[in-house]
């Protein structure tokens, strides 16, 4: 059933916005877990189109290639060892596309409306019954307008640079904090200053500052603001 269908706006829809490192995919994924409900990791979308790019050699300067590749690549999902997997024209390119490369690029096509409307009804597919758990920059804004509930997570940018840190440092990969809190400072300014679809959050949107809040605590907070299920 195609999501733009009467039918599909039925479907219960709690989009999760926010900055990078702010918690989002974290906390979407356990309160989709919670709900028993699907998920959208739409970053993961974008991070694909742009190790797609790569892989073809892409001038990420180009959007007219850009955007054929958006239209071109094979994007799925499988569950593995209680792991979302992605893959990529049929590889799974998972961890590549946890890598700053792959979220620098994702950024960068994501400023370009082309690719962004492309993308728009892949998004809009993974509308199914129960419901679902949507997380991105501008799910509640674009992608979803109608959703009834929605979230919007913040933290202080040195807080995500630290987040982030110890991610990549546990996978082993050498990186260094200041290095990190450039390239979040970098892609908050990229992100919110785009003429397309802008970082921000939906005028009903409930706020959730998740500096210094364990995992928990937040999962709590989000699943306080739905009815009794």
Request: hydrophobic share 45%; glycine share 8%; charged share 25%.
């Amino acid at each position: 059933m195609n999501s733009a269908s009467s039918d599909s706006s039925f479907i219960p829809v709690l989009t999760i916005d926010g900055p990078s490192g702010s918690g989002k995919g974290t906390i979407s994924r356990l309160v989709a877990q919670r709900l028993g409900w699907h998920y959208l990791d739409s970053g993961a979308l974008y991070r694909a189109v742009g190790v797609a790019a790569g892989w073809a050699d892409l001038d990420l300067a180009d959007p007219a290639a850009l955007v054929r590749c958006a239209f071109d690549t094979q994007i799925g999902f499988r569950e593995q060892a209680g792991e979302l997997r992605v893959l990529v024209n049929g590889v799974d390119a998972t961890d590549e596309l946890r890598t700053e490369t792959a979220g620098a690029a994702a950024s960068a096509i994501a400023a370009i409306p082309e690719v962004r409307a492309a993308l728009k009804d892949r998004q809009r597919a993974f509308r199914r019954a129960p419901g679902l758990v949507a997380d991105g920059r501008d799910m509640g804004t674009v992608i979803f307008p109608d959703a009834p509930f929605k979230v919007f997570l913040t933290a202080s940018a040195e807080e995500r640079a630290e987040r982030r840190y110890k991610q990549l440092k546990d996978k082993g990969v050498s990186v260094t904090l200041d290095g990190l809190l450039r390239e979040i400072l970098a892609r908050d300014a990229r992100d919110a200053q785009r003429a397309v679809a802008p970082l921000r959050p939906a005028e009903e949107a409930v706020r959730i500052d998740t500096t210094g809040l364990g995992i928990d605590a937040v999962v709590d907070q989000v699943l306080a603001l739905l009815p009794a299920r």
